[in-house]
């Protein structure tokens, strides 16, 4: 069951469970955890799309809207929403699916993450045709 009426846009990219070892003092995920999650579905999102490798130039409109908690599994979902020269940007967006009676999804977070094509020695590379 979703929640707020948000529905996840793109492809399911990534799941994982937020474990204990990934908390802070309060108990609710590092926000440092969710962000390597983000870039890892954003990173196999934009290397598939670009066939090679990439690499992070920027992460902007990051939002926290609720914690992740323990036990929770976080769900990211990626699209990419512009292609450039050399790079391409994906929309990343995690949901936490509560292990309710409901099992509810909340969104707990968003981002965009631009990625660029390197070659071999980590250069900006065209993307191809």
């Known amino acids: ?3 707020r009426g948000h529905h996840p846009r793109g492809e ?3 799941r994982t469970v937020a474990m204990r070892a990934d ?3 309060s108990g609710d995920i590092f ?3 969710i962000i390597a999650q983000m870039g890892l579905a954003a990173d196999m999102a934009a290397s598939a799309h670009v066939r090679g490798r990439i690499a992070t130039a920027s992460v902007s409109n990051l939002n926290f809207l609720q914690p992740v908690q323990v036990g929770d599994v976080l769900c990211i ?3 990419i929403t512009k292609t450039g020269r050399t790079s391409i940007t994906v929309g990343v ?3 936490a699916l509560r292990r309710n009676p409901g099992n ?3 969104r707990v977070t968003a981002a965009e993450f631009v990625m660029v094509a390197v070659d071999e020695e980590g250069l900006p590379r065209a993307l191809a045709a």
């Open 104 to 106: 509810t999804y909340v």
């Open 12 to 14: 399911l990219s990534l």
């Open 77 to 79: 979902y990626t699209e």
């Open 93 to 95: 967006e995690a949901y």
């Open 31 to 33: 926000a440092g955890w």
């Open 23 to 25: 908390t802070n003092a």
């Open 1 to 3: 069951m979703m929640n």
